[in-house]
């Protein structure tokens, strides 16, 4: 067991398309953690309840949504028992001003928090999106994020993992053994 760190534990967020199985990957990665408490936290945990409010399709359904997750945020950041685990997180972010204002938030709650902010991408499959778009799952709830490109991170603690070349645990694997390399809090 890894010695007892003064340093709070990272916030690992995970990025990419709708198809990218992104939740399949967070929670493989949650249990690759097998020396450090993890836990998975995915962007419909905040969905539902903002649904519960309004529906998708509203205009003030994303304002409901980002109050809902500046909540979660807070308590990440300030709540000292948060701080003994690694959070690995999904989310579905866009190039629009609305995406660039989530990613802005996670790295400023973790910069809150005093941990390490590791953004990792997904890349995916082009025909599973263009037919998630075709089958109109997605445009029927007025979500079209999936037409646009994953934002992309350009720092040190970023991977892009290829979702199209790797299966879930390969992927899982390849983010796990990036955070172990830039996280010096896990060694």
Not at 10 to 22: E, Q, T, V, W
Not at 24 to 37: C, E, P, S, Y
């Amino acid at each position: 067991m890894p010695l007892p760190t003064s340093r709070p534990l990272p916030i690992i967020l995970i990025n990419g398309f709708p198809d990218s199985d992104m939740l399949r990957i967070a929670r493989k990665l949650v249990d690759l953690f097998t020396h450090h408490d993890a836990k998975c936290f995915h962007n419909h945990h905040l969905d539902r309840p903002a649904e519960a409010i309004l529906p998708r399709t509203h205009p003030r359904w994303e304002f409901v949504r980002h109050a809902l997750l500046s909540t979660v945020f807070d308590q990440l950041a300030e709540c000292e028992d948060t701080k003994k685990s690694i959070y690995v997180m999904t989310q579905i972010m866009s190039s629009h001003d609305i995406g660039h204002d989530t990613m802005f938030n996670y790295r400023d709650m973790a910069a809150r928090r005093g941990c390490t902010f590791v953004p990792v991408t997904i890349t995916s499959n082009m025909e599973n999106v263009v037919r998630l778009i075709r089958n109109g799952r997605r445009a029927a709830r007025g979500d079209d994020k999936s037409a646009e490109d994953p934002m992309l991170y350009d720092d040190y603690y970023h991977i892009r993992v290829d979702g199209t070349k790797l299966n879930d645990d390969e992927a899982a694997q390849a983010i796990y053994e990036h955070v172990l390399r830039v996280c010096r809090e896990l060694r």
